[in-house]
């Protein structure tokens, strides 16, 4: 005696229908495209970034593929029928304890993939972030080294770096540097400034465009202050204020005007000196 399972039969008398079939397997069919392009698409986006170890980009991209795969297979038992409440309530809870033990790196490398594509900055720049100045020396998926004046290697996070004010002196090609002039008020006020405005054209590492400018600060009988403003290249900040400050001490010298050139100009007190 043989039995036959009548397909139509048993569909009949239960809640999936040969509809809930299909689309579960259209579903089916969907993820295992998505978890192949998510792969791939992860893959891609990490090729791009610098300082992660080919392990590291291998595992983030399998996890991807894996979360992809997760979810499709589990919406496809949703039309089934099955239950999955409990099997999501699981993986909630682990992902809930992973991102609390990875916060920080989780973190750190968001910010390093936002940095890597957006590149607020580059390779070579000269910035400054959180205080801290420097050359950039690499950018990796912990931490932004910068190679300071001084020598020193600072690592600071990526994350650190986002929510922190960015100050890149490369962007622009150029730099405005200041150098404060006093002397006797022996000549013309728009003799001295156009003298200071020559003597600043004149430098080598000085800018063409936009040209240097300068400005009265003070005036009193004997004497006067000068603010002379100059445009550099980024990265020849000591060789202009250098070459400036030689400039403008011969010109004055050569006129017969003794003065004091400094650059950067001395900061001003907030409070008149006491009275002798």
């Known amino acids: 005696m043989r039995s ?5 039969n048993l569909f009949s008398q239960s809640s999936v229908t040969v509809g809930h079939v299909i689309v579960a397997l259209l579903m089916a069919a969907a993820t295992w495209l998505l978890w192949r392009l998510s792969r791939k698409g992860a893959t891609r986006l990490l090729g791009r970034l610098s300082g992660i170890s080919e392990q590291a980009k291998s595992v983030t991209a399998r996890a991807v593929g894996y979360a992809v795969l997760l979810v499709g297979i589990a919406s496809a038992l949703a039309v089934l029928g099955v239950t999955i409440q409990p099997l999501v309530a699981v993986c909630l809870i682990l992902l809930a ?19 890597q594509t957006r590149q607020p900055i580059r390779i070579g720049d000269l910035v400054e972030v959180a205080g801290c100045r420097g050359f950039v020396k690499e950018v990796n998926g912990r931490a932004v080294i910068l190679l300071s004046p001084d020598g020193r290697t600072v690592h600071i ?9 960015i100050v890149n002196f490369t ?20 003799r001295l400034l156009s003298l200071l405005c020559e003597a600043a054209r004149g430098v080598p ?12 600060r003070s005036a ?7 603010l002379l403003r100059y445009w ?10 250098s070459q400036v400050v030689s400039a403008v001490a011969a010109v004055l010298e050569r006129d017969g ?20």
């Open 171 to 190: 962007a622009g090609g150029v730099l405005r540097g200041e150098a404060e002039v006093r002397t006797a008020r022996a000549f013309p006020t728009d």
């Open 97 to 115: 304890v992973l991102a609390l033990v990875l916060r920080g790196t989780a973190d750190n490398f968001a910010a390093g993939v936002v940095i």
């Open 205 to 216: 590492a000085v800018a063409d465009r936009p040209e240097p400018e300068a400005f009265l």
């Open 4 to 8: 036959a399972i009548d397909l139509g």
């Open 157 to 165: 996070p990526n994350g650190e770096t986002l929510s922190n004010p």
């Open 257 to 276: 005007l003794p003065a004091v050139v400094v650059t950067p100009p001395p900061r001003q007190p907030l409070t008149p000196p006491a009275a002798l």
């Open 232 to 241: 550099y290249r980024w990265d020849m900040e000591l060789e202009a204020g």
């Open 220 to 226: 009193a009988p004997d004497r006067c202050t000068v």
